[in-house]
C-alpha cells in the first residue's frame, strides 16, 4: 500500500460577520442601481433600518453593525441576483427581469419586485428560491 501524500492548503482566515455586512451592502447598492431602485425600495429590502443608519451604512460599509436579518436578506438578494445573471446573461434582461410582470403562480401576474417588497425575508426567499429551481442549482 502507498501513502498519498497532499499538500495542505493554507486555511483560509475567518470572515467575520462586519466583513460580510460590509460585502453585501457593497454588493447591494451595485445592484440597487442595476435595478433601479428607490431609497424606499432599497430600505424595504434591507428590513427597513432607520433612514440615517441606512445612509451610514451606505457612507462606511466597513463600520456598519448590521443586524442578522438584513444580513439574511443581503444573502438573498445576491444569490437573486447571482442566479439572474446565470440565468439571462444578457445584463439588460437580467436587471429587467424584476420588474417584468410574471405569470408563475408565485408572482400571480405581478413583478418579482413587488413580491420582494413586501417586506417579509420570506419573499426573498421564495424568489430566489424560484430561481435557484429554474436554474437546476
Known amino acids: 500500500m502507498t501513502a498519498v501524500l497532499h499538500a495542505r492548503e493554507p486555511a483560509l482566515p475567518a470572515v467575520t460577520p ?6 453585501g451592502l457593497r454588493a447591494f ?11 424606499e425600495q ?8 432607520a ?6 451604512w451606505r457612507k462606511d460599509p466597513e463600520k456598519a453593525h448590521v443586524p442578522r436579518d438584513t444580513l439574511e436578506r443581503l444573502s438573498c438578494l445576491l444569490g ?5 445573471q446565470i440565468l439571462l446573461p444578457e445584463p439588460a ?10 405569470t408563475a403562480a408565485l408572482f ?16 426573498l426567499y421564495a424568489v430566489r428560491r424560484y430561481l435557484d429551481g429554474a436554474r437546476g442549482a
Open 108 to 123: 400571480g401576474g405581478g413583478t418579482a419586485l413587488a413580491r420582494m417588497l413586501r417586506g417579509n425575508v420570506d419573499d
Open 80 to 84: 437573486i441576483y447571482k442566479s439572474l
Open 29 to 39: 447598492q451595485r445592484i440597487a442601481q442595476a435595478w433601479s431602485l428607490s431609497v
Open 51 to 56: 433612514r440615517t443608519t441606512y445612509f451610514a
Open 93 to 102: 434582461a437580467a436587471d429587467g427581469w424584476v420588474h417584468r410582470p410574471n
Open 42 to 49: 432599497q430600505l424595504v429590502l434591507l428590513g427597513e433600518p
Open 18 to 23: 462586519q466583513q460580510m455586512a460590509a460585502a
